[in-house]
């Protein structure tokens, strides 16, 4: 399962406190290849500090965990992110930038993903459509995506 996969994965167990808790090493194992590129390295980041969030492991359980359980690159960026947000006084509070992190989930999905339906980014990511489809469009005039966008089915066959 590849890295984003597991980013999906963290996604869907948002209100599983017990799985997110017990699947650090999971969720991050693949990430060292996306530490690679800066746009890669951003998104482990924001994904790190979406799965601070959800986890609600207090700051010390969870540079604990990240020591024990992840390789020394996906360590060192992710602890640079968990030193921002407890800086920042983050990790107890609510996270700001909740949009930011939804239009970097939606912009990976649709790089990775382009023939993912508008809707269904915006579920995923949960953005509204609206501003999905506007995603869309900066993404394809920057050249990032194909001009043609996916059909709404996503190129799945339609459910009946």
Do not use: C
């Not at 209100?15 to 530490?35: I, M």
């Not at 970097?104 to 993903?113: G, P, Q, S």
Request: proline share 4%.
């Amino acid at each position: 399962m590849g890295f984003l996969a597991y980013g999906m994965l963290t996604m869907k167990h948002a209100k599983d406190k017990q799985w997110l808790q017990e699947q650090l090493q999971t969720v991050f194992e693949k990430g060292d290849e996306f530490l690679k590129t800066e746009e890669g390295k951003t998104f482990v980041e924001r994904l790190f500090v979406y799965y601070a969030k959800i986890s609600q492991l207090s700051g010390e359980e969870l540079k604990k965990a990240v020591i024990n359980n992840l390789s020394e690159d996906m360590q060192a960026t992710t602890l640079s992110s968990y030193d921002q947000i407890r800086l920042e006084g983050k990790l107890e509070g609510k996270l700001e930038g909740k949009e930011e992190n939804a239009l970097a989930v939606a912009t990976n999905l649709m790089i990775e993903f382009p023939q993912f339906s508008d809707k269904l980014v915006a579920k995923l990511s949960t953005l509204k459509i609206a501003k999905v489809k506007k995603l869309r469009q900066e993404l394809i005039k920057k050249g990032k995506l194909p001009k043609n966008p996916p059909p709404e089915n996503g190129g799945r066959p339609a459910m009946n």
